[in-house]
């Protein structure tokens, strides 16, 4: 009866274990596509550097080269007055110079930025230095846009940082309940083994190698559940699995494995030194 109840105890660890990391994973990974997806919105932000009139392009090529050194630049591209009518005309379907008798486009230089260069202020500096430039006329972006965007990814990643501080506290509040449970039956032993002197260190050995294992088998499990729904995800919405970087989730899983490795067996180290403190009439009285 008691060796199946210990059986029932350590299943049940192990499924809750798996929950437990398996919510985690799913939280962490969530991280890792929104901060991927902020990237991809800042790098298809872009500014525009208008070019005065009359500037010879071979000129302007030379500005170009110069430009793409900018810290902040990842790469640009130049669209020449007879390209970007030539774009228009594809967009709107009409000729502009019918109607005006003249091509009313300007040249310019189309800057795709370092993701950490876009905002308000990285482009603020960018922009100052490229208005000294006796080439340029006009630096144009999309202010409200970026900030509007850069104001939502900082809420977002505000309130997934403390989602995620608080699941790590209910976690291991969780896991540490399971753990000292499945050593709570073993109580009297761990005493026994006291007394007949043997260390703590000896006591606790087996049961944190009990729980590393314990670990080490939800967090594969966990992982093989997040595989499983990724994989049902990108069966149904290739274009989301985009956005998860395979680095990224592979530090997931990783991690997964690693946290629930380290707090099943800070949690039966922990828990056995708690028994092992008590006095021999405390262990019938909790």
């Not at 032993?189 to 703590?200: D, E, F, I, N, Y």
């Not at 049961?207 to 294992?213: E, K, S, V």
Request: with cysteine; net charge positive.
């Amino acid at each position: 009866m008691k060796k199946a109840t210990f059986k029932i105890q350590t299943i049940s660890v192990y499924i809750s274990t798996t929950l437990v990391l398996l919510l985690l994973g799913v939280m962490g990974i969530t991280i890792v596509g929104a901060k991927s997806l902020s990237e991809s919105v800042k790098q298809n932000l872009t500014v525009s550097v208008i070019i005065k009139k009359n500037i010879q392009e071979k000129a302007i090529l030379r500005m170009q080269k110069e430009v793409e050194k900018f810290p902040a630049v990842k790469h640009s591209r130049y669209i020449s007055r007879d390209q970007a009518l030539a774009e228009e005309k594809e967009a709107l379907g009409t000729d502009p110079t019918e109607l005006l008798g003249y091509n009313p486009f300007e040249a310019s230089l189309e800057l795709t930025l370092n993701p950490e260069y876009s905002n308000s202020d990285s482009i603020a500096r960018l922009e100052e230095g490229l208005m000294k430039r006796d080439e340029v006329k006009e630096v144009a972006f999309q202010k409200e846009l970026l900030d509007t965007i850069n104001n939502n990814i900082h809420r977002a990643g505000i309130m997934m940082m403390a989602l995620f501080v608080m699941l790590t506290l209910i976690s291991w509040s969780l896991i540490n309940n399971l753990v000292r449970l499945s050593i709570y039956s073993r109580r009297f032993l761990l005493h026994t083994m006291k007394l007949v002197g043997a260390t703590w260190g000896f006591i606790r050995r087996p049961f944190m190698m009990n729980n590393l294992r314990i670990g080490l088998f939800a967090g594969i499990l966990a992982d093989i559940l997040l595989a499983s729904g990724l994989y049902m995800i990108y069966s149904k919405e290739p274009a989301i699995m985009t956005l998860m970087p395979t680095e990224g989730l592979v530090l997931i899983g990783l991690l997964v494995i690693l946290f629930g490795m380290g707090i099943c067996a800070l949690c039966a180290y922990l828990s056995v030194n708690r028994f092992l403190r008590m006095r021999s009439n405390d262990l019938y009285f909790i």
